[in-house]
């Protein structure tokens, strides 16, 4: 696994998405490179608007091919302790002015990735996901 530190800003999206797509096979699907833009988005973005604030802190990133078959990406972050799993997914049967405002990107992510996971270990979030690169 590639290991990568990113100031945690929206500045920084960019880069941590060309860091993701650099481990990934060329022949990577479309779909499948939606669904993990969606994921990593919603999980560093999270940690930059967040974990930090009002300041601005680091993000650690690990990522890498398991098998070379399995995306696998670790988001680290010494932030806020917050398990945005621990939270209820959002009632989707409901019209978008009807539902609470939020978790509907980790509700997706909960969705399109294999697996995700959250410690709080030595002061830090970990948060890691996993997903096979054929459907």
Do not use: W
Not at 30 to 56: S, W
């Amino acid at each position: 696994m590639e290991t990568k530190d990113f100031e945690a800003t929206d500045e920084n999206m960019q880069a941590v998405n060309d860091f993701i797509h650099s481990q990934l096979p060329e022949d990577c699907s479309f779909g499948i490179l939606n669904k993990i833009d969606l994921a990593v988005e919603e999980i560093y973005i999270n940690i930059a608007h967040y974990a930090y604030a009002p300041k601005v802190g680091m993000v650690q990133i690990d990522c890498g091919l398991e098998n070379g078959e399995q995306l696998m990406v670790v988001f680290k972050d010494s932030g806020k302790p917050f398990n945005p799993l621990a939270h209820d997914d959002p009632d989707i049967s409901l019209s978008a002015e009807e539902r609470e405002i939020g978790g509907l990107g980790i509700f997706l992510t909960k969705q399109f990735m294999d697996s995700v996971k959250y410690e709080y270990i030595d002061g830090k979030n970990i948060l890691s996901f996993k997903k096979k690169l054929s459907e």
